[in-house]
DNA sequence: CCATCTTTGTGCACGCGTTCACAAAGACAT
DNA sequence: ATGTCTTTGTGAACGCGTGCACAAAGATGG
């Protein structure tokens, strides 16, 4: 993770609680498919079914949220996406910025699950400037020093780091000075923030080294002993 | 996440256990940095403020693996990186396949983070006929029915899927009908999958939300009720 | 109106992960 | 060799998250 609290110690005021926060947006999908086909309940073994989980534990998460089921019954579809869109923000506007434009900067910026719920890309940035200009899922790259103002015209909150490695830290700082306070990361270094920023990062690297543990775990369950043999350099 | 243990309930043997391993990753990080650097040896102290974690942490993490520190001096950098490597399973080759080549895919296949670590990509999928043969980070793109040839004759057993999410429980099927036993998945679905199959989960739009949530609370840390009012649509 | 049946909401226990705090271990100087 | 000083390795306490299991609530049918 990152320095400066990322997530608050125990979330105060109504604390919900972290785990279930991040499994709010799993339920939120799960409902939107059920409220397309028109599904007026459901009930929590089948959404849970649905979103993957156990059911307990998404009856546990939504009674943080209040009582909004009926017994005997289930889940209004339609309540529960709105309640669950409102808990997470998504019922209102919130305009992001995405600071480097390569592939996956690309990618994101064509992504659909953005527009759909309540997130809007406000600018594509980088520091290329033979990029600027040129047309990325319909927005015009624009070069990296408009950074300062677009944050501000357009008070932006949420800024996409796309950048090589090199370039995070410095852009992570451009974007805070300017007043951005949550940052999505997805360059492989750990960013260092002021308290009252929170950073989430994504690091393919990372999740793929973990498969990598688990495949040879999986691999090495035949064998005796699935380690290697003293390492040939010793320390010092 | 995904149904069929993504982790083992209880990782047995030489137990380490899963939040450990997911910090590996981020040692290792740290770790190369220093010893690019030729520096020799590092406190715990000192790594722990590089990889953005807690020393004691940091500590108990490396005691799972064995006690590689040097009471007074530090840890030897190069025999921690060989170490946390061999652990992870990085020493050997891993063969991976991309499926879905549209910007995140090329993304993907062009993220250097892979062959750096003993990730190679073996081939690039995708559905599109007129994608086939095109060059995407130095690989021709191959049919997506190529896909169990390639798996077979590479020994491939991690597949990454980037396509959409209609097709990504389908691919899945056919990643693990080929003999494919850990996935990672940017498609925002919940894949189904037998047991003994690992499933790791990328979702951008879920971390976006989870800003947006905390976003939305510091925001409402002024007023007095963060919260909105009755919704308009009741429960049946 | 009463009985039955379904499904929610939650009290409780358990296990994992985190953090503190300190004793043991070794380096290094004298 | 002895003492001092640094840093590791870990025992123990604590808190969070998970899952069981059941009582309460309400729908539904007779």
Known sequence: MATGRSHRPATRSRGIPEATVARLPLYLRALTALSERSVPTVSSEELAAAAGVNSAKLRKD????????????????????????????????????????????????????????????AAL????????????????????????????????????????????????????????TSILNFAPTVLTVPDGVDVRKVDLSIELQILAFHEQRKAGEDRQDPDGDVPAVMPA
């Not at 209040?66 to 919130?94: A, K």
């Not at 600027?132 to 677009?150: C, F, K, T």
């Open 62 to 121: 939504f009674s943080y949220l209040g009582s909004y089921g009926t017994r005997g019954v289930g889940y209004d579809v339609e309540y529960l996406v709105y309640q669950i869109s409102r808990e997470l923000g998504l019922t209102q506007d919130w305009p992001v910025v995405i600071v480097g434009i390569g592939n996956l900067g690309a990618a994101l910026a064509n992504y659909g699950g953005f527009a759909s719920r309540g997130f809007r890309v």
């Open 125 to 180: 940035l980088d520091a290329d400037p033979a990029l600027a200009g040129r047309l990325v899922a319909g927005l015009p790259v624009r070069h990296i020093d408009e950074l300062e103002s677009i944050v501000a015209d357009n008070q932006v909150s949420i800024g996409v780091i796309a950048t090589p490695a090199g370039a995070a830290q410095e852009v992570t700082d451009r974007l805070v000075a300017a007043g951005v």
